[in-house]
């Protein structure tokens, strides 16, 4: 899905759109967006040759439930979605949109809930936050899903942070900070 040491722009402020395009990434995540705006920002994205990821939590004025998936495929055309909502992702699978799962990394009890909630799905990706964080388990995350592309995200904001993250294994990172895209 991801090709090796891909750097996704993460959009939070609609002025960072035009460095988020001109990035090399084939992917674009619209991490907070609102319904209002959504179809305008995905056609452009689309325009430009980059396929959409939304984080189906942050997308204000969306019901986060199964219809507002089918809504982000049928009408708004997004790609894919990012979410810790395994329903939500399953949803998307079945209408062919790719499925990003992501888990944060609190403490170890939060650890062992996301590698045995990971073991038996089947997504897309998984992205694992704080990204600096996750490297220091990259190895039993991979054990636990082999054949499933690792993405990081959350405090990667310099290109060697993301450098570290790439050397332990990751396929991608999703970072907001627009001197590294």
């Known amino acids: 899905m991801f090709s090796n040491q891909t750097i996704i722009p993460s959009i939070r402020k609609l002025k960072d759109m035009d460095k988020a395009l001109s990035s090399q990434s084939d992917y674009v995540l619209l991490s907070e967006a609102h ?9 452009r994205c689309h325009q430009a040759g980059k396929k959409v990821l939304v984080h189906v939590d942050l997308i204000e004025g969306l019901s986060k439930d199964i219809k507002g ?6 009408l708004f055309k997004v790609d894919g979605v990012i ?3 395994k329903r939500l992702l399953n949803a998307a699978r079945k ?21 045995h ?5 089947q997504f897309d990706a998984v992205e694992i936050l704080p990204g600096p964080f996750a ?15 690792l993405l990081a995200g959350g405090f990667l904001n310099s290109r060697e942070q993301i450098d570290r993250v790439f050397q ?3 396929k991608a990172v999703t970072t907001s900070a627009k001197e590294v895209w």
């Open 35 to 43: 319904i209002g705006n959504l179809k305008m920002l995905t056609d």
């Open 135 to 149: 490297t220091h388990f990259v190895s039993q995350i991979q054990e636990a899903i082999p054949n499933t592309s």
């Open 117 to 121: 909630s990971i073991a038996d799905a």
């Open 95 to 115: 209408l062919d949109l790719l499925a990003i799962y992501r888990v944060f990394l609190l403490d170890s009890r939060s650890l062992e809930q996301s590698l």
């Open 83 to 85: 979410s810790p909502n």
């Open 168 to 170: 332990a294994g990751f």
């Open 69 to 74: 998936i089918k809504w982000l495929k049928e």
